[in-house]
């Protein structure tokens, strides 16, 4: 997948790494996590030979989450974890029109209020889902009642970032045609921007920053003068 000259650049190199080790880490957790818990998932443990194994591959992917969550905050938490009133809720109240047709939804800047809302709930929960987890894993001299919390605590944050996690994967595929891009090249055609974060494509013309495939040489060379 090459970028077609004039697509804008809305992800560097380093944010598809961490999004990608996000989401891979994630997933499997997911799907292992789901395999401990419930009788009818217990088939997931069959192609790595057993419970057992399903729960050393859960543990030690969880210890490779860590880091690409602490990545993930610190990559977009300026951007993405931080609500701007009035303008997103502005959006909230129209759903940003994604769920009824509206002829001038609110414009959002490089995230919109929903992807703030998952982001959020990713680096929360998921937060929720280290500590107690590792409290599982490792009880120590912890206070029983206080270990015997951390079971209902993950299991609640599956239950929120399980739901969030695919509708993510859908509007990042088929339910906004053109995203997948921004996570495979780093680059979304013109009349996405516009329509998915008109804001910042405004903001990044403005500061002479935009950064265009094919037309990358001729701003570097212009900002010479």
Not at 97 to 108: A, F, K, Q, S
Not at 173 to 185: D, H, M, Q
């Amino acid at each position: 997948m090459i970028p077609k000259k004039g697509m804008i650049k809305v992800s560097d190199v380093w944010e598809r790494i961490i999004h990608w080790w996000l989401a891979a880490t994630c997933l499997l957790l997911i799907v292992t996590g789901l395999g401990m818990m419930f009788h009818s998932f217990n088939f997931l443990a069959a192609p790595v030979g057993g419970l057992k194994n399903l729960k050393l591959i859960h543990n030690f992917t969880g210890l490779l989450f860590i880091p690409a969550l602490f990545f993930a905050v610190l990559t977009w938490w300026k951007e993405a974890g931080i609500f701007k009133f009035p303008e997103d809720l502005e959006w909230v109240k129209v759903a940003g029109g994604y769920l009824w047709h509206v002829d001038n939804p609110p414009e959002t800047g490089r995230y919109n209020p929903g992807q703030k809302a998952f982001f959020l709930a990713v680096a929360g929960f998921g937060g929720l889902m280290v500590i107690s987890g590792l409290i599982m894993w490792f009880p120590l001299s912890l206070p029983r009642i206080l270990v015997a919390w951390m079971y209902p605590l993950h299991a609640m944050g599956l239950l929120v970032i399980f739901p969030f996690f695919f509708i993510h994967l859908y509007l990042g595929t088929i339910g906004v045609p053109g995203s997948a891009p921004a996570i495979f090249t780093g680059y979304v055609t013109r009349s996405w921007c516009e329509k998915q974060c008109p804001k910042w494509l405004k903001e990044k013309e403005k500061e002479g920053t935009l950064e265009v495939f094919g037309e990358e040489k001729k701003a570097a060379h212009g900002g010479h003068h």
